[in-house]
């Protein structure tokens, strides 16, 4: 029930940023189209800690707030690779170890590295990841965000 809950106020949160509108008809709306939603969710089944994942709450957060720095670095690194007269581009393929045990854990760690730029996961696999990197000097961050990653699953 605390999920549902959770995923009530998130989506009643997310519907107040997007609507901007206060008046008290179109929030007694947005109440009934969250409550909706909660309710075809629970019908279906989809509320659980993979779905709704409220064990993550702060940790989530800090992780997300050093992925942007590492984005913001990453950004500037491949600007100047790519604004260079003569790019030394030496990309290489990595396997990558997956140390987290969720599949949760798996999706944010597979994504974290795709939107940093210079680096795409290419291919997952049970126990490891193929990653393509622009340099090789973007490789040596892939384990410290998967250590990263592992610590906000609390693996």
């Known amino acids: 029930m605390a999920k549902a809950v959770a995923l009530g106020v998130a989506l009643f949160v997310f519907w107040l940023a997007l609507s901007g509108h206060y008046t008290p008809f179109l929030l007694a709306m947005g109440i009934l189209s969250t409550l909706l939603c909660v309710f075809i969710a629970i019908r279906m089944g989809l509320i659980d800690s993979e779905t709704v ?17 590492e984005i913001v670095k990453s950004n500037w690194a491949v600007g100047r690779i790519i604004l260079s007269r003569r790019p030394n581009l030496g990309q290489q393929f990595v396997l990558v170890p ?11 760690f597979a994504n974290s590295i795709t939107l940093t730029p210079g680096t795409v996961t290419v291919e997952t696999a049970e126990h490891a990841m193929l990653v393509h990197a622009l340099q090789p000097s973007f490789v040596p961050s892939i384990p410290d965000m998967g250590e990263r990653v592992s610590s906000v699953e609390g693996a």
């Open 53 to 69: 994942p409220t064990q993550l709450r702060g940790r989530l957060l800090l992780y997300w707030a050093w992925l942007a720095v």
């Open 98 to 108: 997956i140390t987290q045990s969720t599949e949760m854990g798996r999706v944010i």
